[in-house]
């Protein structure tokens, strides 16, 4: 999809007198980098400290007057000008996939605050994502920035979760910790293209966040936290071994030492091997995914062209996607997908199916621990997955493995449910940190909007 113009959707937008919003372009990239130098100095340590470099405009954004689409440069940046002068922008990406809007990041100059330019942003957002034909829009927001949370309640945004120790924040004179974001959606579809989930679909866990984000359903228990599984942990022998082996697919580190931990952690049968999938096993794959005998039907989100770009074992180019396998008695059995962020240091799960001929072995379970501990071996801070709130194994399969639950993605599953007709369905959000307690930080509730606060107290229990 080509990035829409931006007189398209900013014109209903009311601004402050002189101000004018404007697409940004090639020209103003080095001035805005000095800018956000200067007005968020935090940046340079943060997650989204590529916003200070010259080659993340060049290589990731869409710029004012060249040709560009939502799949090569997935970012739109917009920025206020009064009397001639950037006084504030806003980071907007788009996941064409999904057909997702995020509000990346945002920042007003210290001495233009208060003069409604973050309301401004807010409703560009909206817009933007509109424009684009997004189904969802979403922002995360550090737990204590009692503006942007407010701004973003008040535009419309439901507080559906917290994705834990998402970003590293200056906390005090020389300590650097760990942050936790709250995680706010807003739905851009109709409320009658919203598939609710039934009762029996949901675990307690999810039946009670369901009913205190969205007063949805009646669930068995009180509204209380849950506390997951312990997580899978890399023995020092495997990680040891996983440093010492040079990788064949840049970063995925060689799996054969995880693979042979998991083996003689589970006492697995010398029926089941793990492995790396391979590019020889693509059409057997395509059958058991999309053919007529597919171990899971319907599986829409992760077509058969997903798998061609996978990191292969012999194929020594880098590559974000990566594919375990499980072949039982010599026959492909089970494929575990995960994507990889390394600048983010997020690990995201993003596929797991085996052949329900199977399930006495755990084939779900084997394959997810895999994935937990091959996110240990990159050295990543976090891992995050979605569960359609239909698929009750795969809640359950989070549950077992450590994942704790963190939020609802509201209508972010499209399902065809008939010829023409749509439903988008809500999702769980599940997710591990691998940062050792000492270096979080959680501020006092108070801090925090009511909004927040009460799933912040979900997710990881009062304080």
Same mark, same amino acid.
């Given at each position: 999809m080509r990035w829409p113009d931006i007189e398209s959707f900013a014109h209903n937008i009311q601004l402050p007198t002189g101000v004018r919003a404007r697409q940004l372009a090639r020209g103003d990239v080095p001035g805005l980098i000095r800018l956000l130098s200067r007005w968020q100095p935090s940046l340079a340590e943060a997650e989204d400290a590529a916003l200070l470099t010259a080659r993340f405009y060049e290589e990731q954004v869409a710029l004012a007057g060249e040709d560009c689409s939502t799949a090569t440069r997935p970012t739109f940046v917009i920025v206020l000008?009064?009397?001639?002068?950037?006084?504030?922008?806003?980071?907007?990406d788009f996941d064409d996939e999904g057909r997702v809007s995020l509000g990346r990041f945002s920042v007003v100059a210290p001495e233009q605050r208060g003069q409604g330019l973050g309301r401004v942003h807010v409703e560009l957002q909206i817009a933007l994502a509109r424009a684009g034909g997004a189904v969802l829009t979403h922002g995360f927001v550090e737990l204590?920035?009692?503006?942007?949370?407010g701004l973003l309640i008040r535009a419309g945004y439901r507080v559906c979760g917290v994705l834990p120790d998402a970003d590293w924040k200056s906390v005090g004179p020389r300590r650097v910790l760990c942050v936790s974001e709250a995680a706010l959606f807003a739905p851009l579809v109709s409320p009658e293209q919203i598939a609710w989930p039934e009762a029996a679909a949901m675990r307690p866990a999810t039946a009670a966040l369901m009913k205190l984000v969205f007063d949805h359903g009646d669930p068995p228990? #009180?509204?209380?936290?849950?506390q997951p599984e312990p997580v899978p942990e890399l023995e020092p022998a495997t990680r040891a071994r996983v440093a010492a082996e040079p990788s064949h697919a840049p970063p995925w580190p060689e799996l054969d030492p995880i693979a042979e931990q998991l083996a003689e952690q589970l006492a697995l049968s010398p029926r089941v091997v793990l492995r790396r999938l391979? #590019?020889?096993?693509l059409a057997e794959i395509a059958d058991r995914v999309h053919g007529p005998q597919a171990w899971q039907p319907a599986i829409e989100r992760e077509p058969l062209a997903r798998l061609r770009s996978l990191a292969f074992d012999d194929s020594g180019t880098p590559d974000p996607v990566h594919g375990w396998c499980v072949v039982v008695d010599g026959a492909?059995?089970?494929l575990g997908l995960a994507r990889c962020d390394v600048s983010r240091s997020w690990l995201f799960p993003r596929l797991i199916v085996t052949d329900p001929r199977h399930d006495e072995l755990k084939l779900p379970s084997l394959l997810m621990r895999a994935q937990i501990l091959t996110a240990q071996a990159l050295e990543l801070e976090t891992i995050t997955t979605f569960v359609p709130l239909r698929h009750l194994r795969g809640q359950l399969l989070c549950e077992a493995t450590g994942f704790r639950l963190v939020g609802i993605s509201p209508a972010s599953e499209r399902r065809v449910i008939a010829a023409g007709a749509?439903?988008?369905?809500?999702?769980?959000?599940y997710s591990i940190s691998l940062v050792p307690p000492e270096l979080r930080y959680l501020p006092p509730r108070e801090q925090m909007q009511p909004e927040v606060a009460s799933v912040v107290d979900f997710v990881f229990g009062p304080r």
């Open positions: 000008v009064r009397e001639g002068a950037i006084v504030s922008c806003t980071v907007n204590d920035n009692l503006v942007q949370s228990g #009180p509204l209380v936290s849950f391979r #590019p020889r096993d492909l059995a089970g749509v439903r988008y369905a809500s999702e769980a959000v």
